[in-house]
T-cell receptor, first 114, second 115 residues
Framework: NAGVTQTPKFQVLKTGQSMTLQCAQD?????MYWYRQDPGMGLRLIYY???????DKGEVPNGYNVSRLNKREFSLRLESAAPSQTSVYFC?????????????FGPGTRLTVT | GNSVTQMEGPVTLSEEAFLTINCTYT??????LFWYVQYPGEGLQLLLK?????DKGSNKGFEATYRKETTSFHLEKGSVQVSDSAVYFC??????????????FGGGTRVLVKP
C-alpha cells in the first residue's frame, strides 16, 4: 500500500515550457486535490476532484489544468510555465465517509521555473 | 466562509521544553479539526484530529482539545524532542460531509527544537 505517489520529485523548466505532474493513490479514495506551497505560506488549493469524472477550481487555478484520468490518478498540467509557478506541489486524497476524513498527502514535487 | 488562524513562527525552544501552538477557527456549526505535521522535505501527515466538541485528539505525546466555546484547537506537548522540529498546520473540515468538501488550512507554524 503505497498511499499517494507523485512524479517527478524535482523538475526545472524554462519559462514557456509545459509539463504534467502525475499523482496516483491506491486507497480507493473518491476525492483528490492539488495544492501548492510557497515559502512562508501555507497550502493553497489549485484544483480538486470530488469524484471520478469531475474537477473543480480551488483558490489559485490560473495557469493550470487538471485531468482525473480514473479513480486512482489525478494529473496537473502547466501549459506555459512562468517563474511565479516555482513552488512545491502536493497531491492529496481523501475517503468519502465520515470515519475517514483524513487527507493523505504525497511527498511533493519541487518545481523551479527559470 | 471557513478560516483558520494559527500563531506565526518560528517557535524556537530547547529540548524537553513545553510547546503550545495556538489555533482558532471560524466556521458554522461543528467542523472537524485537525493538526498536520510536515517534516523537512516531506509531505504533510496527519498528527491528530477531533470531530466533535470537547474531544481530545492525541498522538506521539501531542494533544489538542476541541473547544467550541472559544473556537480553538491548541496543540500542546509537554516535553519536545529535536525530532519534533517541523512545520505544524491546523486545519478544519466543514460540517457538510460532501465528497468535495475541502480542508481549510492555517498558515503553518515552524517549530525548531534545539538540543
Amino acid at each position: 500500500n503505497a498511499g499517494v505517489t507523485q512524479t517527478p520529485k524535482f523538475q526545472v523548466l524554462k519559462t514557456g515550457q509545459s509539463m504534467t505532474l502525475q499523482c496516483a493513490q491506491d486507497m480507493n479514495h473518491n476525492s483528490m486535490y492539488w495544492y501548492r506551497q510557497d515559502p512562508g505560506m501555507g497550502l493553497r488549493l489549485i484544483y480538486y476532484s470530488a469524484s471520478e469524472g469531475t474537477t473543480d477550481k480551488g483558490e489559485v487555478p490560473n495557469g493550470y489544468n487538471v485531468s482525473r484520468l480514473n479513480k486512482r490518478e489525478f494529473s496537473l498540467r502547466l501549459e506555459s510555465a512562468a517563474p511565479s509557478q516555482t513552488s512545491v506541489y502536493f497531491c492529496a486524497s481523501r475517503g468519502q465517509w465520515a470515519a475517514n476524513q483524513n487527507e493523505y498527502f504525497g511527498p511533493g514535487t519541487r518545481l523551479t521555473v527559470t | 466562509g471557513n478560516s483558520v488562524t494559527q500563531m506565526e513562527g518560528p517557535v524556537t525552544l530547547s529540548e524537553e521544553a513545553f510547546l503550545t501552538i495556538n489555533c482558532t477557527y471560524t466556521a458554522t456549526g461543528y467542523p472537524s479539526l485537525f493538526w498536520y505535521v510536515q517534516y523537512p522535505g516531506e509531505g504533510l501527515q496527519l498528527l491528530l484530529k477531533a470531530t466533535k466538541a470537547d474531544d481530545k485528539g492525541s498522538n506521539k505525546g501531542f494533544e489538542a482539545t476541541y473547544r467550541k466555546e472559544t473556537t480553538s484547537f491548541h496543540l500542546e506537548k509537554g516535553s519536545v524532542q529535536v525530532s519534533d522540529s517541523a512545520v505544524y498546520f491546523c486545519a478544519l473540515l466543514g460540517m457538510i460531509k460532501a465528497a468535495g468538501n475541502k480542508l481549510t488550512f492555517g498558515g503553518g507554524t515552524r517549530v525548531l527544537v534545539k538540543p
